[in-house]
T-cell receptor, first 117, second 113 residues
Framework: DVKVTQSSRYLVKRTGEKVFLECVQD?????MFWYRQDPGLGLRLIYF???????EKGDIPEGYSVSREKKERFSLILESASTNQTSMYLC????????????????FGDGTRLSIL | GQQLNQSPQSMFIQEGEDVSMNCTSS?????WLWYKQDPGEGPVLLIA?????ELTSNGRLTAQFGITRKDSFLNISASIPSDVGIYFC?????????????FGAGTILRVKS
């Protein structure tokens, strides 16, 4: 079975802090994704990566950056946390590189519920 | 932007009843996915559909990829209390800027035991 592990289930940070959310997958997947999930807005894509050191912006990248130094790990960084970034953050991964981005199903982690005070 | 219309928004059913939910879109997708999300958890993949017209089962779950590639349905037969949760459909395709996975708003399933 695919296992996508997010480092924290719950996280509380203060406004202005730099926040790191970590995600690791154990299936050798090329593609990894970061979403946020908010009531009434559904899942929205922040960034995705189709290979090591490659990253692409999703629908709402402002205020975020990502890092993919190793294939199995994809980090989401909130450069200067703000209260409107309080949300549930979900990491996902899928098999295949760029050519398979639209074809292979994404597998999700359990999420990190982040609160910015 | 692209949207998926998922219905119904919520439903109460009697244990043992069959359930049906569907998603429609104005856009064509390469892949249709159905996920279930329990409170405080991430979405779990239930069924993936890759071809127009494809009908796939996973235990008591059956899903179909519409012929037009713009819709999909999910059926749950003989519902049980653990079927409670939120079910999401998702359509996936490539576009010039990469992957596009569009989620429906979800169907909240509540079972009367």
């Amino acid at each position: 079975d695919v296992k996508v592990t997010q480092s924290s289930r719950y996280l509380v940070k203060r406004t202005g802090e730099k926040v790191f959310l970590e995600c690791v997958q154990d299936m050798d997947h090329e593609n990894m994704f970061w979403y946020r999930q908010d009531p009434g807005l559904g899942l929205r894509l922040i960034y995705f990566s189709y290979d090591v050191k490659m990253k692409e912006k999703g629908d709402i990248p402002e205020g975020y950056s990502v890092s993919r130094e190793k294939k199995e790990r994809f980090s989401l960084i909130l450069e200067s946390a703000s209260t409107n970034q309080t949300s549930m953050y979900l990491c996902a991964s899928s098999w295949g590189g760029w050519a398979d981005l639209g074809n292979q199903p994404q597998h999700f982690g359990d999420g990190t519920r982040l609160s910015i005070l | 932007g692209q949207q998926l219309n998922q219905s119904p928004q919520s439903m109460f059913i009697q244990e043992g009843e069959d359930v049906s939910m569907n998603c429609t879109s104005s856009s064509i997708f390469n892949t249709w996915l159905w996920y279930k999300q329990d409170p405080g958890e991430g979405p779990v993949l239930l069924i993936a559909l890759y071809k127009a017209g494809e009908l796939t089962s996973n235990g008591r779950l059956t899903a179909q990829f519409g012929i037009t590639r713009k819709d999909s349905f999910l059926n749950i037969s003989a519902s049980i209390p653990s079927d409670v949760g939120i079910y999401f459909c998702a359509g996936q395709r490539m576009w010039e800027y990469g992957n596009k996975l569009v989620f429906g708003a979800g169907t909240i399933l509540r079972v009367k035991s």
